[in-house]
Structures are given as C-alpha cells and as structure tokens.
C-alpha cells in the first residue's frame, strides 16, 4: 500500500508576469516527494487541452500519476511583497465530488494518509471530504483551500465556512491570516479550539508552531538570506510534515523534519 495519497488539480500560474507555468499543490508536493523519496501516488486533472503542458512535468517526478479530464484548468496570477502573496484567480476549475474519490481516483488513494491538495473553497466540497476520510485516511488539509472563494478577480477569502468540514482532518496547515479568518487569531488556544488533532501554523521566514493535544511548540527556522521564488513552499511543507509522520514521527518531529526540508529546497541544496 502507498503510505500517501495527492489528490488535486494541476493549476496554470503566471508569476510576476511572467509566461504561463504548471503549478498547483499536487505539482509542488510531488516535487517534494521526489526530492526527498516519500511513498506517493497522485490523482490529478486539469483541462484536457491542457494535459500535454502540465501533467508531463507531473509525471517528470518519475511518481505514479492517475490523471482525468476536467473542463476547465485552474489558473491564477500573483506577485509577491515579501512573504506576502498577491493573488488574482483567472479561472476556477471542476470541484472534485465522492465520485471521483471512489471511482477513477480510487488507486491513488489506497493510502493512510492523504494530502488534499485544495486550492480554493470550492475545490472539496464537505461531501467529498468526507469520502476521503471514510476507511480512516487521515487527511491534511492547506486552510487556503477552505477560505479562499472559488470566484475569478482578485483573490477574496471568507471565514463563512461549513465548520463540519474541520471534523474530517487530522491536520491543518495554515498561515497568520488564515489564522485570524478560521480561528479569530495565532493564540495555541484558539487554534486548538477549532477541533482539529494536530495544527501547524506556518509562519514563512519566522518558522511555524505546532498545536498538537496538549504539545505547543515553535519551529524556528535559519532565515534565508538569497533572493528566492517561494512558490509551493507551503506544499513542500505539508508533505514532508505527512511523509515524517507516516515514518513515526510525532507531530512536533513532523514539523521539523518539514522546516528542514523546505530550507533545502528554497537554498538551492
């Protein structure tokens, strides 16, 4: 059995104006899979136009990949200010449905654990949640895939979300804002208070904290001085957190091990 299953849509970015280019956290999770030789199996789409461009370089990773059409790709475009993103949404793809969970995707989920690889709120409806978690998978889910609108124009984010959904993760990644839309602030109390076994807090170049039962810990981090595109960073994260801890790790290890690799890959190591 695969020890982790990627699900999500490959997207098409356009990064500080620069030409079209795949993207999508199931692309940049892969890619840290490949580096550093976790168990994957990926379930992805996009538009069938656009299979040739994006999902050969999925499948460059040398992983395997089981890929559907949908009918439209997502796309965004996006600069940075610092560690800040700025996002606009160019268009918003197929949500992904119980259908595909236990259909055509159904192999590449035969997992323990399962990276939900959601871009926008519209990407896993609660519904497909809960397919995904059914058999005990536990799920890790990126909070940018539950607060984000899936509308196109300048990316806009909501805290009016279907609560029931937090009951399916074991795992919540999520940065400061995010932070304040589901949980009302970064204090370990808030955010344990949204019911989800283990929550990290990723804080960019100032590391992450981890809230797992009654552990509350710090990550810091070696900042990296060089200039560095960070796209995907986030992703990288949340498979090396999942790949350490289907390798035993508690979640505090998971999270260093994490650090450490998401350090590597933006230094160029």
């Known amino acids: 059995m695969t020890t982790i299953g ?13 030409p079209p280019r795949v993207g999508g956290a199931v692309y940049y999770a892969s890619r840290a899979a490949a580096r550093i ?13 656009d299979r040739d461009s994006l999902v050969s370089q999925l499948e460059g990773f040398g992983l395997p990949v089981t890929w559907a059409p949908g009918t439209t790709t997502t796309a965004f475009s996006f600069h940075y200010e610092g560690d800040d993103r700025l996002m ?18 159904a192999t590449a989920l035969a997992a323990p654990w399962v990276h939900v690889g959601a871009l926008l709120g519209s990407d896993f409806p609660l519904e497909t949640l809960e ?6 998978r536990r799920l890790l889910v ?12 300048p990316l806009r984010s909501t805290g009016e979300i279907d ?17 304040e839309i589901l949980a009302g602030g970064t204090d370990p109390e ?3 208070a949204l019911g989800v076994p283990e929550v990290v807090l990723t804080l960019g170049s100032a590391g992450s904290l981890v809230v797992a039962g009654a552990a509350v810990e710090r990550i810091e981090i070696t900042p990296i001085t060089a200039a560095v595109d960070p796209t ?24 260093r091990a994490a650090s450490a690799v998401v350090s590597a890959i933006l230094a160029g190591l």
């Not at 030789?37 to 136009?49: K, L, Q, S």
């Not at 397919?131 to 005990?136: E, H, I, N, Q, V």
């Not at 990126?142 to 124009?153: C, E, F, K, M, S």
């Not at 609560?163 to 932070?179: N, P, Q, S, W, Y």
């Open 37 to 49: 030789g976790a168990d994957v199996a990926i379930a992805t789409r996009c538009a069938a136009e």
């Open 232 to 255: 995907g960073a986030g992703d990288t994260y949340s498979l090396a957190y999942l790949n350490a801890r289907a390798r035993g790790d508690d979640p505090v290890g998971a999270a």
């Open 190 to 192: 808030a955010l344990r």
């Open 163 to 179: 609560r029931g959904i937090l009951r399916h993760l074991t795992v919540l990644k999520l940065d400061e804002g995010e932070a």
């Open 6 to 18: 990627l699900i999500g849509s490959l997207t098409v970015d356009r990064v500080n104006g620069g």
């Open 142 to 153: 990126d909070a940018q895939g539950l607060v984000r609108i899936g509308a196109t124009g």
């Open 88 to 105: 606009t949404v160019e268009a918003v793809g197929d949500p992904w449905t119980p259908a595909d969970v236990e259909g055509w995707a």
């Open 131 to 136: 397919a995904l978690a059914a058999g005990g």
